[in-house]
């Protein structure tokens, strides 16, 4: 029997054009939305109120003065990178590249202040680029070529004495030829000083040979006293707050004037934080709901925890500081709607019990007391800077097999002050068509004694000897060693910045300055532009961890044979007789 299925189909007629109910989202069971916020203890929090404003009582002192560790106090220019003051060295060097350079800048402002192309030639000819690079440095002879004798030798202009005058008399200058020399000396002094500033050429100043880093002290002076920092930059040479730590105290107040900002509070937002309002639409980009995390992953869920419960509690008030200052915020006060006043304590003011218990951010660490500087310094430091390749490396590492330790010259600058491996260098300098050793001879002794061999010349021995009245302390000198043919004392003569000291003396590093895993001291030639919109440029020392250690495969008293001994039918080797089991 055939069957008949029916359907009945409900369909919605518009009896209005409006959607303003629509957009209202009635609820129809407000008691449930109240039986779910009991449930969910909202309910039990406090009958607080909002903040209104807030009021942010400041004290602002510039950073005035710096010195390197055990020198003079200098004061501190505010536009001066604190990098280059500290672990910078002039980058003004002697190379063909800053010559050429220099004597480009020098032609052209020349032409520029009326002088004739006769004059430039003339000056030219007096003070060319001599060709002085070795052979075996074939790019910077290349650039000979290109430039001897055609350019102008800025550097050596930059040198004399009596600047634009010791040019007029050694060209024989006219008298309507002075003025364009003299500006164009000028113009060239003045790019020199504004691109290179002032900074000693062999190191820095802040420069600590025996400690492989550069240290100096920043001094500030706070409303009760004068703080002396410890200023440490970190091995990519940033010197900011965390390189800064409170090293002496000085009762010796300024008396700063504070100052009082009223700001409105924002509510701290971030990307996917539930909204505020309770039908706003969410940001899909994270999805807290998702995240898996273990008990033990304290980091994880306390930002959970702060995303999904407590994120509307949380406001921002802005602070501005200027840089090169240090900033102490001396009251919080916190205005409400319903006009009640709350002062808000440091949270890193703990009993000086329990000082190891407290965490802070963004504060210096008082060296002396063990606790917490309020203060927040902002130092002109410049982090996004330009950095180019290491033009010098040095790899300091242990040999432990040899007793001692080694300072490698791995990277050395060539003519033109580009970097060049020493390996390469020495390779290049090895005569060509060296005839090959004579045959030993037939008879006679076969072997010779050997008091030392040899290393690389860019290997460098670094002795352990003991520090007078150390008590039992370490550090290593820059030693010697023998030519393995001659066995004469061979000199060392350290042909980079890094392993020479300015007095001159043997270069000495302690002991614990050279781990297991070693020390890496590089060269590295830096650009930035400060906050006046200035460019600056300077080569900067950094510190990096090494490679581990090394074996350079020294030997002392050995044997070598002079021709390989001839094999005989007795010295072959004979298999072994085996016994068989019974």
């Not at 002085?132 to 102008?152: M, N, Q, W, Y």
Request: with cysteine.
């Amino acid at each position: 029997m055939a069957s008949i299925t029916y359907w009945n189909r409900l369909e919605p007629i518009v009896r209005s054009d409006a959607i303003v109910r629509s957009l209202r989202a009635e609820i129809r069971d407000p008691l449930w939305l109240l039986t779910r916020q009991w449930q969910l203890g909202e309910f039990q929090g406090e009958d607080a109120a909002s903040p209104a404003w807030i009021e942010v009582h400041t004290s602002e002192t510039p950073i005035d003065e710096w010195s390197a560790r055990g020198g003079p106090l200098h004061g501190l220019d505010a536009d001066a990178p604190l990098e280059a003051l500290f672990a910078g060295a002039s980058a003004l060097d002697e190379s063909l590249e800053t010559r050429a350079e220099l004597g480009g800048i020098f032609e052209d402002e020349l032409v520029a202040a009326g002088g004739s192309r006769a004059l430039v030639e003339s000056v030219r000819q007096r003070f060319a680029i001599a060709a002085l690079a070795p052979s075996e440095d074939t790019a910077s002879v290349r650039f000979e070529h290109v430039c001897a004798e055609k350019i102008t030798d800025g550097l050596e202009l930059l040198a004399l004495d009596r600047g634009w005058k010791a040019i007029a008399e050694a060209i024989g200058a006219t008298s309507d030829t002075e003025m364009p020399l003299q500006r164009a000396f000028e113009a060239l002094e003045r790019f020199a000083r504004e691109v290179f500033g002032h900074l000693p050429k062999d190191r820095p100043a802040a420069w600590q040979p025996e400690r492989l880093r550069a240290e100096g002290t920043l001094s500030v002076r706070t409303a009760e006293s004068r703080l002396s920092l410890r200023v440490q930059p970190s091995r990519e040479g940033d010197v900011d707050w965390y390189s800064c730590d409170v090293s002496a105290r000085i009762a010796e107040g300024s008396g700063a004037q504070t100052t009082k900002r009223i700001v409105m509070p924002a509510h701290v937002r971030f990307r996917g934080m539930p909204e505020p309002r309770f039908w706003d639409f969410e940001h899909g980009g994270a999805d807290f709901g998702a995240v898996v995390a273990d008990s033990r992953d304290v980091a994880r869920l306390v930002v959970i925890d702060f995303a999904l419960t407590a994120s509307n509690d949380w406001f921002m008030v802005p602070c501005v500081q200027r840089a090169g200052t240090a900033l102490r915020v001396e009251q919080v006060r916190v205005r409400d709607v319903f006009g009640g006043t709350t002062i808000v304590e440091r949270g890193d003011q703990v009993d000086p019990a329990r000082r190891a218990e407290r965490w802070t951010m963004w504060s210096l660490t008082d060296q002396e007391s063990g606790g917490v500087e309020p203060t927040l310094l902002l130092p002109t430091g410049y982090p996004s800077r330009m950095s180019g390749a290491a033009i010098e490396e040095v790899r300091f590492l242990r040999d432990e097999m040899a007793n001692m330790s080694w300072a490698i010259e791995h990277t050395m600058p060539n003519g033109l002050g580009e970097p060049w491996l020493s390996h390469e260098r020495a390779t290049a300098r090895l005569p060509a068509g060296v005839p090959p050793p004579p045959a030993p001879p037939a008879t006679g002794p076969q072997i010779k004694y050997v008091l030392q061999t040899d290393v690389p010349a860019y290997w460098f021995p670094l002795i352990p000897v003991r520090i007078e009245g150390g008590e039992g302390q370490v550090e290593y000198a820059l030693g010697s060693l023998l030519d393995s043919t001659t066995g004469a004392r061979r000199a060392l003569a350290p042909g980079g910045c890094i392993l020479r000291t300015p007095s001159g003396e043997r270069l000495h590093i302690r002991e614990e300055e050279l781990p297991r895993v070693g020390a890496t001291i590089q060269r590295v030639p830096v650009r930035t532009r400060t906050l006046s919109g200035a460019t600056r440029v300077w080569v900067e020392w950094r510190r990096r961890p090494g490679a581990g250690e090394g074996s350079s495969g020294l030997r002392f008293d050995s044997v070598e044979f002079i021709r390989a001994p001839e094999s005989s039918a007795s010295d072959e080797l004979v298999p072994a007789a085996t016994e068989e089991s019974p």
